[in-house]
Structure formats: C-alpha cells, structure tokens
C-alpha cells in the first residue's frame, strides 16, 4: 500500500518494522492502552461514552473533534487494539479519489477474510462533500469504522450524512495537571529530572499550551541541556521561545474568541474584554475586523443607553487608520474599555427586530392616504394627504395622527431602559403617548 497509510494490525506496533534509530520522545511515550492515555475522562472515563461502547461491544463510527496534540490518533489506534480492527490511517491533506478506492478495496478483502477496518481519517475536514460521500456505503454495510478527526467545528465543517452516522466525541486541551503527570512520565523514560525549578517547571507546562506532544517535544529539549544548576524562568524564556497560541483566523478559534469577546463587554467587565482583545491580536487577527465589531457592539448592545459610543468606536477606527499598528490598536482597546463601561441597552435592537417581523406579516399594506403626498391632481381625487395634520402648526408640535396602515393595531417596538441616555427617552416617549391618548379622545 502506498506511504500515505500507515496500517497496524491489532496490536498497536504490530506490522511496523522495528526502528533501529532514534525515536522521538513522543513516540517512545505513546500508550499502549487505554487506561494508559491522560487526560480525557469525559470520553474515556467509567461511564463516559467509548467506555460504555467497548464494554457493551457497539463501538460506532466517531468523530474526534479537538486542539491538536490531545490523543485523537493515539486514543484512535487503542480502540482498533481494543476491538482487534485493523488500524489504517490516512490525512485527508494528502489522500485522493484514487487512493481512497484503494483503502476501500483493501478494506472489502478484508472483510471478507474475517476482519474489520477501523479507518481513521486524519482532518477529515478538509475532504470535500464528494469525498465525504463515498465513505457513507462502506460505513453502511460495516466494511469501514470510520473514526475521524478534526481541530475545526463538525457541525460546518462535515456532510449531515457523515453526521448522522457518526458520534462526536469532544476531546479537551490538556490542563496543567495533565502535563505535569506528562512531564513525569517523560522523565522516567528519559531516566534524568528537568533540569528547572518550580516556577520554571511551570512555565514550561504553560509554554506546551494543552499540547501534549508539543510538551513532550520541550521536554526533551530542556532534558538534553547541560547545566549545573535549575533553572529559573526568566533562564528557561531565555532558552526556548514561547509556543504560538493556537489561533485561525478562519476557524473555530477565531468564532469562539471574537464571542468571549462580545460577551464580555455586554457582560461590562473591561478586564476580560482587554483580554480577549489581547489574545486576538497576539493570534494574528486583523485590527480592522476588531475595529468592525467593536463598533458593531455599540449598536447592538450600548444603542441609544449612550450614544456618544457609536463616535468613540467611529474615532477609535479612523484613529487606528492613521496611525497603524501598534499605536493604533490603543485607541481600539480605548472603545473596547469604554463600550464595556457604558451602560448597556438592546432596546433599539429588539425593537428593529420586531419591526421586521411585522413588516414580514402585514405585507404589502400602504400607509395611510392622509399621509401620502398628492403631487398629481388624479393622487388627490384618490383621497391623497387629505386630513393629513401639519405638526408644526399643533401648539404642542404634536398632531397623534396614525402613522401605520389603516385597520393596523399599533404595535409597541421600542422599549426604553432605565440606564443611561435612555431613561430621558422613556420620558419623551411616555409624554407623546399620553398625547396621543389625549387626541384620540
């Protein structure tokens, strides 16, 4: 078979050649068991749910979705050991048409030798729906258990056929109680201690951000160092550069960040919001977007409760365009700190909301003839703008003429709340509708 697959059969090493290298350290660590896999208890755990499917003996098709570096291969070719399935593994960036006829070929032979293939597919994302599709009959008639992974959100990024014969299984990023049993681990097969103290050990843990393997990979940097003394953290930052954090622009992290974002400035709280921001920047993301949303966040969730908002966001953007980054990105996180101090209202939001809901349902209903122009001598026998009530010639500057469509019960779409700018509105708008009630009678 071709390099593209890697197949083991149901043990995990078995049908790989014997490496007479070196072997990186996270390939030394890999588990051989289940029990043996940290971190995951939510999927792996008693009671959680491939624990409930290999005691039962109903494992179905998966779908791991995680960071990377948190076991999805690994807990994937267990379960083949587990269920004595033929491991074979594929990349979805580098497999086509062809080859996965291959795999599917090889799986029906197989098959009918009496053995099963778990196939695992490495981000499964990136097949298109037409690859996606052609898993589906081998998946059906059980030539295939199809275990898939994916570090971006399934439910967009995967056919609804796929979906509905699949369970999703969310794997976690590793906290730093994880990585530390990790680091313990490595040690022990590495038979030497890390050569840092407490504080460093920690910031070591910190830098594999819930990556196991990209820990393991600093683990045997730091171990290989030669030095007669532990080394502290400004030492160890000195030595190794920080791990990027993990961050797309177009994907999951991007959507669920610019979300902590939002919410943390309706939630008024500036410190996340400064945060959030921060951690956006750092990942790379365009300060113009940030820019666009945050002024999206003074109409939607400030509104009229202060409307100054909207001018500050509109200052804070033309002021990033002259000045660009870095200095610009300050007069960002300026708007940023003032939205999430300002009072909050979603009034206008609400109310445009219902307004196009009941513009949806009362359909191509014309306003009222007294308000309609006449310009046309044929539009005033028709009864145009007769009996329309000049406001200005009212002494309060108030007619309480209908402005809706005749036979129309006036809704009620914009409602005010006691914070800030707002409680003046709700002041006006009680005094026009006790006007209102006023002319009426």
């Not at 490496?19 to 289940?34: F, I, T, V």
């Not at 976690?172 to 050569?195: G, V």
Request: a negative charge; glycine letters at 8%.
């Amino acid at each position: 078979m071709s390099d593209l697959f890697s197949s083991g059969a149901a043990t995990p090493d078995q049908g790989q050649a014997p490496q007479k290298g070196p072997r990186p350290l996270a390939d030394r660590l890999r588990p051989q068991k289940l029990a043996d896999v940290i971190g995951q208890r939510q999927v792996l755990g008693e009671g959680a749910p491939l624990e409930v499917m290999l005691s039962s003996g109903s494992l179905t098709s998966l779908i791991f979705w995680g960071p990377p570096g948190v076991g999805k291969t690994t807990i994937a070719r267990l379960l083949a050991h587990e269920t004595e399935l033929q491991f074979v593994q594929i990349s979805a960036i580098f497999t086509g048409m062809p080859d996965l006829r291959k795999v599917f070929e090889a799986a029906k032979i197989r098959r009918q030798n009496g053995q099963g293939t778990l196939l695992f597919v490495d981000e499964i994302h990136r097949f298109n729906k037409a690859q996606q599709d052609g898993f589906l009959p081998h998946m059906e008639d059980g030539t295939i258990l199809l275990v898939g992974a994916t570090t971006e959100n399934p439910s967009f990024e995967l056919n609804s056929a796929v979906m509905s014969r699949a369970q999703v299984l969310v794997l976690e990023r590793l906290d730093l109680a994880d990585l530390e049993r990790m680091a313990q681990r490595a040690e022990q097969e590495l038979q030497t201690e890390l050569p840092l103290d407490g504080p460093a050990r920690e910031a070591l843990l910190e830098m594999a951000d819930g990556d196991g393997r990209a820990l393991l990979n600093l683990v045997e940097q730091v171990a290989a160092w030669k030095t007669d003394h532990k080394l502290t953290p400004p030492e160890l930052s000195k030595r190794l550069q920080r791990r990027a954090a993990q961050y797309d622009k177009s994907g999951d992290a991007h959507y669920n960040l610019i979300s902590a974002l939002h919410k943390s400035v309706r939630g008024s709280d500036p410190d996340a919001a400064l945060y959030w921001f921060a951690r956006m920047l750092e990942g790379g993301e365009d300060p113009r977007y940030l820019a666009r949303r945050i002024l999206r966040m003074a109409v939607e969730d400030i509104g009229l409760a202060d409307p100054q908002a909207q001018s500050v966001c509109l200052q804070s953007w033309e002021t990033y365009e002259r000045l660009g980054s870095p200095e610009g990105e300050l007069a960002l996180a300026q708007a940023l700190t003032y939205l999430a101090l300002a009072p909050k209202s979603n009034g206008v939001y609400v109310g445009y909301k219902a307004a196009r809901r009941a513009a949806k349902e009362t359909g191509s209903k014309p306003p009222p003839k007294h308000i309609l122009n006449a310009p046309t001598s044929l539009m005033k026998d028709q009864g145009y703008g007769d009996g329309y009530a000049y406001d200005h010639d009212a002494e309060d500057g108030f007619s309480g003429q209908n402005y809706f469509p005749d036979g129309m019960e006036r809704p009620k779409l914009y409602a005010p709340v006691e914070r800030g700018f707002e409680r003046e509105l709700i002041k006006r708008q009680d005094y026009f509708d006790n006007l209102r009630a006023k002319r009426k009678t």
